[in-house]
T-cell receptor, first 112, second 110 residues
Framework: NAGVTQTPKFQVLKTGQSMTLQCAQD?????MYWYRQDPGMGLRLIYY???????DKGEVPNGYNVSRLNKREFSLRLESAAPSQTSVYFC???????????FGPGTRLTVT | GEDVEQSLFLSVREGDSSVINCTYT??????LYWYKQEPGAGLQLLTY?????DMKQDQRLTVLLNKKDKHLSLRIADTQTGDSAIYFC??????????FGAGTTVTVRA
């Protein structure tokens, strides 16, 4: 099992450009999550999908959109990137409530 | 997340014990977790404790839970250089989410 995979690993964007971060899991998990990690702030939840076909906002959803394409894949889109979106983005998945979340390796995004 | 608080830095000598502390706010949390993040990597679950337990031991790791004070701690015995990392405390929420602390950076010095 590959676990949770994310692409790309690194990305540099100019302000105003768009891009989609991809995430896939092969553990047949129901729930998937997108977080951003900034120094001194821990992980903040952007969006999550409790099950296939549903998505919900987390703490910091502004400037992002998500798509739960199928049970395996959950993508995060930045429509018009801003320097404040420079961060490390982590995707995670878990089977259900009160279960461990498994994390991907992260995408390091810089917006100039 | 502002629901979970932890100190930001800890420096410890190799071979000593490390203690990382965390406070949380949601008394309905059923599980509390400790994750470890090594440089340039994602988070890996180290250990967890169910809310009806006071203590859990797993090899060099000991988790203590004080539900009355909503205080969680992680003790690492015989700390090694490979234990240098960021440690995150997290509490489970009823709506499938976890709330994370800001992370404690542990530096092990020789």
């Amino acid at each position: 099992n590959a676990g949770v995979t994310q692409t790309p690993k690194f990305q540099v964007l100019k302000t105003g450009q768009s891009m989609t971060l991809q995430c896939a899991q092969d553990m047949n998990h129901n729930s998937m999550y997108w977080y951003r990690q900034d120094p001194g702030m821990g992980l903040r939840l952007i969006y999550y999908s409790a099950s296939e076909g549903t998505t919900d906002k987390g703490e910091v959803p502004n400037g992002y959109n998500v798509s739960r394409l199928n049970k395996r894949e959950f993508s995060l889109r930045l429509e018009s990137a801003a320097p404040s979106q420079t961060s490390v983005y982590f995707c995670a998945s878990k089977q259900g409530p009160d279960r461990e979340q498994y994390f991907g390796p992260g995408t390091r995004l810089t917006v100039t | 997340g502002e629901d979970v608080e932890q100190s930001l830095f800890l420096s410890v000598r190799e071979g000593d014990s490390s203690v990382i502390n965390c406070t949380y706010t949601d008394s309905s949390s059923t599980y509390l977790y400790w994750y470890k993040q090594e440089p340039g990597a994602g988070l890996q679950l180290l250990t967890y404790i169910f809310s009806n337990m006071d203590m859990k031991q797993d090899q060099r790791l000991t988790v203590l839970l004080n539900k009355k004070d909503k205080h969680l701690s992680l003790r690492i015995a015989d700390t090694q250089t490979g234990d240098s990392a960021i440690y995150f405390c997290a509490e489970s929420k009823v709506d499938y989410k976890l709330s994370f602390g800001a992370g404690t950076t542990v530096t092990v010095r020789a």
